[in-house]
């Protein structure tokens, strides 16, 4: 069984919250991927489910049994760490029996769990070999070998890919995701990178602060954000962010005025409360704007700076009145992303436009006031099947 | 302030460096120099005075020889050994536990009783003198292996705890974490983990106990009286008679209490590892 629920936790280290009722839960095998920037609690709620940290109120369930008060080594769990933290002492196979032999099980067996997960991994060359004589990939690894060999039935990682180089984190990413394919467990995944969150994610769970903003697929977490931290925090480059205020507002609709353009008429979620004159946070997808002039709302703007990445190109405008709020640079501009294809350089003069039915709106308190959309229609797919 | 490099070039300062390093190296073995041209000397060299001058015959042999047929030092050498030795183990034993326990573990009191251990090094040998013989009297182990192995150990651990503590603090958290969510006991991890990984602490702090206790002379006195119990620092003493002393043997006799603890250092040096922790974490 690979059941975790975890409910209402609590955590204080030092009179300062750190997980404020903090709660999911997963019935069958998942990947969940809590995500968050730093400081944000992720790596606590981790190690209470782990065990390494106690917790001051809630309850964690492992595979039907109430865990909260049980040691570590009693929890079904087995852990990853960033740091890999492998005993320098040991050779790789005596590191990932380590836990099987202080269970006291028989050195048959150990060898035998040992050798499956180092063929899993490929790593039966290493078996002899001692941590410092392996490079970082190798060691991480030999340290999710040490997590397979005790077949718990929850994995934990913490941040395993943030030291290693680039290309080799993507390696780890297909092979971690690959692993859990083939294991029946489930695993909960600690990081700070959007890209591991999205790609690797059954389910993901953004946290800031200390709470949960927002649980689901990665996909919906993409095109329906509830509030306006999940919508900045996942996609890159991240959502533009403009100022605007509300100048009609009626049962299904609201509508907003920024300067030099037409009325943009959004959809109203449902029972949103919104009044004429109310100062929302308008929210477009880097992705949503395109160059030229054949969407419904354009405006002119300056190219300050091009990024061109092969596949695409990212650039930053100037659109003189419009300014975006907590921009990439600072400086006010939007971020957009374009094809590769379209010739953009520095000070040319463009059009921008954008449809009004890609518009998020944010109240004051960052909740979303645009109603939830089709994932199925959302611009992530119509890529994938392009 | 700090010691600059000289530099190659100044080859006036170099060989005035070199000059003075070998006059204060000659001066600060002169005596024990002395004392191993005496250890060789027949007696009657020191009897005419001739205690710096080349040796007037060698009668290393003899000499050394006699320091173990005709006097107790024998006797006094297994004595040390027997109160020596233990009382390093115990040390060793102890401080591994404690360090362990005031790194690894928050509870109520850590602190204090970590100052405690270490406040206790600042108290004078000496102010402790009478109550100590008292208890060992109280608790019949007065004149007895076992009142000097029993101090040695309370006395030596204060420091070694500090020792072992801060060393143990110094070994990755991730590590102690990992052994904890596989299941590891904490008597498991120390076994398994920690002391493979402090073993280079463990062997210097072994040399320093060991030379320490064995050099001891202060409870040595204080403790054993009868010869049948004195360590060898004591026992040194009592080859003094009251009218005549032998200085040859005498001599040869220090010589031979040296030779232990420098054969501990080369005992232990082998445990001195660089890096043995490395590959645990990143880096």
């Keep these: 069984m690979s059941n975790l629920e975890i409910s209402n936790i609590s955590k204080c280290y030092e009179g300062r919250e750190v997980l404020k009722n903090v709660g999911f839960k997963s019935s069958e ?82 060898r035998e769990a040992v050798e499956h997960a180092a063929s899993i991994l490929r790593i039966t060359d290493y078996l002899d070999m001692r941590p410092k004589q392996l490079s970082g990939g190798q060691r991480q690894r030999v340290a999710i070998g040490r997590a397979i060999t005790r077949s718990p039935a929850v994995f934990l990682f913490d941040e395993p890919l943030s030291n290693l180089d680039a290309a080799l984190r993507t390696q780890m990413r297909v092979e971690i995701g690959q692993l859990y394919r083939r294991l029946d467990a489930t695993m909960v995944y600690v990081t700070h990178d959007q890209v591991e969150a999205m790609t690797m994610a059954t389910r993901i769970v953004l946290m800031n602060s200390g709470v949960i903003e927002q649980v689901g697929s990665p996909i919906e977490l993409y095109t329906n954000p509830v509030n306006r931290f999940v919508a900045g925090f996942l996609g890159s480059p991240r959502m533009n962010f403009i100022e605007a205020s509300v100048t009609e507002v009626n049962d299904d609709q609201i509508v907003v005025a920024l300067e030099g353009l037409d009325d943009i008429r959004v959809a109203r979620r449902h029972g949103v409360g919104v009044s004429r004159g109310d100062t929302v946070t308008l929210g477009i997808r880097p992705e949503e704007i395109s160059v030229g002039r054949q969407r419904s709302h354009q405006l002119p703007a300056r190219v300050e700076l091009v990024e061109q990445l092969g596949r695409e190109v990212i650039a930053y405008v100037d659109t003189g009145s419009i300014r975006a709020i907590e921009s990439e640079n600072g400086l006010g501009h939007l971020t957009i992303q374009v094809d590769r294809k379209s010739a953009m350089s520095r000070d040319d003069d463009i059009h921008i436009g954008f449809d009004a039915e890609d518009i998020y709106l944010f109240n004051a308190d960052g909740m979303t006031m645009t109603p939830n959309r089709d994932t199925e229609k959302s611009p992530v797919h119509e890529v994938s099947e392009a | 302030m700090y010691p600059r490099q000289i530099s190659k070039d100044d080859v006036l300062k170099k060989y005035l460096y070199l000059a003075a390093v070998t006059l204060v190296l000659m001066l600060w073995l002169l005596p024990l120099g002395a004392v191993i041209l005496t250890s060789v000397r027949p007696a009657s060299d020191a009897a005419v005075g001739n205690y710096w001058g080349w040796p007037s015959g060698f009668d290393l042999v003899k000499n050394y020889t006699e320091v173990f047929t005709q006097t107790p030092m024998g006797r006094y050498f297994f004595n040390s050994l027997v109160i020596t030795i233990p009382s390093v183990i115990g040390v060793l034993v102890l401080s591994t536990l404690t360090g362990y326990v005031l790194s690894r573990y928050r509870f109520r009191g850590n602190t204090l009783l970590f100052a405690i251990f270490i406040g206790g090094n600042f108290l004078p040998f000496q102010i402790m003198m009478i109550p100590v013989r008292d208890l060992t009297i109280s608790l019949g182990i007065y004149n007895s292996y076992l009142a000097l192995i029993i101090f040695h150990v309370a006395f030596q651990t204060g420091f070694a705890t500090l020792f072992m503590r801060n060393f143990i603090a110094s070994l990755p958290d991730e590590l102690f974490e990992a052994a904890r969510s596989e299941g590891a006991s904490p008597l498991q991890t120390l076994i398994h983990v920690v002391i493979p990984l402090v073993r280079p602490a463990l062997a210097a702090l072994a040399i320093l106990a060991f030379t320490f206790i064995w050099n001891d002379y202060f409870w040595a006195v204080v403790l054993t009286p009868s010869d049948a119990v004195k360590p060898v620092t004591a026992g040194l003493d009592n080859l003094k008679g009251q009218y005549v002393a032998n200085w040859s043997l005498i001599s040869a006799a220090t010589i031979a209490i040296a030779i232990p603890p420098v054969v501990m250092f080369f005992l232990m040096q082998r445990h001195f590892i660089r890096g043995l922790t490395m590959g645990a974490v990143k880096g």
């Design chain 1, 29 to 110: 095998k998942e990947f969940i991927v809590v995500v968050g920037p730093s400081g944000c609690g992720k790596s606590t709620l981790l190690k209470t489910i782990a065990g390494l940290t106690s917790v001051d109120a809630g309850r964690i369930l492992i595979g039907e049994h109430d865990v909260t008060r049980s040691e570590p080594g009693d929890r079904d769990i087995a852990m990853v760490f960033q740091s890999y933290a492998l005993y320098p002492h040991m050779t790789v196979a005596e590191n990932m029996g380590f836990g099987l032999r202080m269970a006291g099980h028989p050195k048959q067996q150990i």
